[in-house]
Structure formats: structure tokens, C-alpha cells
């Protein structure tokens, strides 16, 4: 909710800098090697409760990938609430995403 404004008041403007400069963020792909390895950990530790989920988003993965491979988890919030101060996860999905991970990054890591 945006704040009250009173008679006179100049408008507040925001305004978003991002650390690539004045160049427009630009979608980044994620690391293939990265979404095989969370793929193969999602199917051992969630076998058919997880998909690929493409985010256009302004997440930090946009900015790692400028100099790293990056790659994303989602964790589902409790009743879909996202990006609000509301937002909530169970513990028990937040403990396996952690599971999912782990794993991922270790895979990833050997090669």
C-alpha cells in the first residue's frame, strides 16, 4: 500500500539500480549442468512432485550468471503466497529442498 500523500507534497520516486550498470538486466539461462544435477536430486528425494519452472524474474541468479554458473530451487509457499510479507514455507519442505541441494551441488561438483 503506497503512503498517504498530502496537498503539496512532492510524489516520492523510486528508482532501481542493479550492479551490471545502466544495460538493461537481461534473462540469464541457468547452467544446464546445474538443472541436470537439481533434476536428478528433485527426482530422488521428490520423485514426481517437482517440474521445471522457468522464472523471468529479477532473482540474484540474473546477476551471478553474469560470472558464475547459476541455477535456481524454488521452495513452495504455503498457499501459493509470494513475494509478500505473508510468505511462508513449511519447515519440512525447507528441509528438503535443503536434501535437494546438498546433493545437487555435490553431483555438480564431482562433475
Not at 542493479?18 to 547452467?31: I, K, V
Not at 533434476?39 to 517440474?51: P, S, V
Not at 504455503?78 to 511462508?88: L, N, T, V
Amino acid at each position: 500500500m503506497p503512503a498517504p500523500h498530502r496537498a503539496g507534497d512532492e510524489p516520492h520516486r523510486a528508482h532501481h539500480h542493479h550492479a551490471g550498470g545502466d544495460e538493461p538486466l537481461q534473462a540469464r539461462p541457468c547452467d544446464p549442468a546445474m538443472q541436470a544435477a537439481l533434476a536428478e536430486a528433485a527426482t530422488k528425494h521428490a520423485n514426481g512432485q517437482w517440474q521445471h519452472m522457468p522464472s523471468g524474474a529479477g532473482h540474484d541468479a540474473q546477476y551471478m550468471a553474469r560470472i558464475m554458473p547459476a541455477s535456481m530451487l524454488f521452495t513452495p509457499s504455503i498457499g501459493g503466497i509470494s513475494h509478500h510479507w505473508a510468505e511462508d514455507t513449511k519447515e519440512e519442505d525447507l528441509a528438503l529442498n535443503i536434501r535437494i541441494m546438498a546433493d545437487a551441488a555435490e553431483a555438480y561438483l564431482r562433475g
